[in-house]
């Protein structure tokens, strides 16, 4: 099976939450991202969900800052979160595909160590996007196919040497 071309991943792969609006996060003042309130409801841990409401959330892309999730001054820090966000300067681990627990250093061992000539080897050497539930496990909600692509893209450049 090719990577992430059955559709399950449909739904958040071509995602139609609102992309026209922004908001800057109220800590760093670096734009968010949006993420749907179902995602959120996920990803924070059990005992901060009474906090989430029923807005939806964007979520800081700045890589120095502390906070996952904002709505106005509600606010949630990578530390009462689920899982580690990939874009944060300290993820650790940095999932490249959340469903499948996959990591950037998964998909570089694949190329490097265990022959992954394609993205498509990558992924079935490594197991990334075959369960597709992203709109629950990765904290954008969107389909993680991108993020495991830069995790081969940069693979193939170390194994070139250009890295």
Known sequence: MECCTNSCCTSCCESSFAKAFSQVCPVCKQEGIPVKNFTVRHIVLEEYLPQVGTKDYF?????EC?????????????????????????????YVCYCSRVTEEDIIDAVLKKGAKTLGDACKITGAMTECKCE???????CCTDLVKE?????????????
Not at 59 to 63: K, R
């Open 59 to 63: 979520l800081c892309t700045n890589p």
């Open 66 to 94: 502390d906070v996952g999730y904002y709505q106005g001054e509600n606010l949630f820090y990578k530390q009462q979160l689920r899982v580690p966000i990939w874009l944060k300067k300290d993820a650790n681990p940095k």
């Open 136 to 142: 629950i496990n990765n904290p954008t909600g969107k």
């Open 151 to 163: 995790a081969f893209d940069k693979a193939m450049k170390i194994k070139e040497g250009k890295m």
